[in-house]
């Protein structure tokens, strides 16, 4: 089983953070589909020190999501811990996560996210501050390295074992790999003989057979999924379902799919008002609809939608064609 500090969680499935998309509503949606573990995206040290209102938004969880992982970024040690200290205080969240994955030039420039994996000696500093001043477990995710000379992830990893960190996330990839190219499970089992704290596998897991394989191959404690889970967290329910009986579901209905599209346009209405919560929802409306036949005429239309209106007579006209082409297919065998 999955235990960071004293949280338990009911399962070794964990949604992993994704920035614009794990709020509140999607993950609800995740929790739902019976993840064990969710996490939030990334919320920047600085911005909740100087009371970023959409940063500090950010921070809201609603009691259902819970166990939740709050996850925060920075490059400077005294708004990293001044930053936890607000999430430990504020926040009803479970644990706090030090982001040290992010590639994204923005923000390496300012020392943090994957910045941090060139020296194992500032990861133990910044844990090791982070960790005494909060009362929440203190996890870290990052990557394996920063490019193929500057793989540290076993020394980086003790280094927040060192430094008392609960647990750690793996994502097999170096910073310039960004999404490109495999990841490399095999420095996560490096890792994971390397520490005692959990270790959670990350990286390309698509099927619920790939978690299990991660599982018991690599060994780690917990198997998080990223963009598998987009538009589709029936991979997270059937993963869960799969780990616990070795029983692969069948995939939803169509109009399940959007039946449950619109109850997480509905979640993100409720936390952002129509206006922000439609557009917002293209996105996923796209991933959604991925792999339904003929999604492609409605492309045009996810692309300019202006209201709730729009996205259901959309979505559902497109289901009822889909339903009626199917009934006449049958009905002409
Ligand atoms: C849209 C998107 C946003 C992401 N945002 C974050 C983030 O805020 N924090 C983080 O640690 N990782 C972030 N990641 C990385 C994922 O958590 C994960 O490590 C990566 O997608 C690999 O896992 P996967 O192959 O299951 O997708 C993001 C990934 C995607 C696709």
Redesign the pocket.
Known sequence: MLKIGDIEMKNQVVL??????CNPAFRLIAKDFGAGLVCA??VSDKAILNKNERSLSMLYVDEREKPLSL?IFGGEKETLVEAAKFVDKHTNADIIDI?M??PVPKITKCDAGAKWLLDPNKIYEMVAATVEAVDKPVTV?MRIGWDADHIFAVENARAVERAGGSAVAV?GRTRVQM?EGK?DWSIIKEVKQAVNIPVIG????TTPQEARRMLDEIGVDGV?????ALGNPWMLYQTVQYLETGKLLEPPAPREKIDVCMTHLDRLIDLKGEHVAVREMRKHAAWYLKGMSGNGRIRDKINSFETREDVATTLYTYVEELEENVAKEVSAV
Do not use: S, T
């Open positions: 992993a953070p994704m920035a614009g998309v995206e990334m996850q982001n994955g992010c995710k994502h999404y990841a990350n990286g390309d897991v998080m999924i990223g963009r598998a």
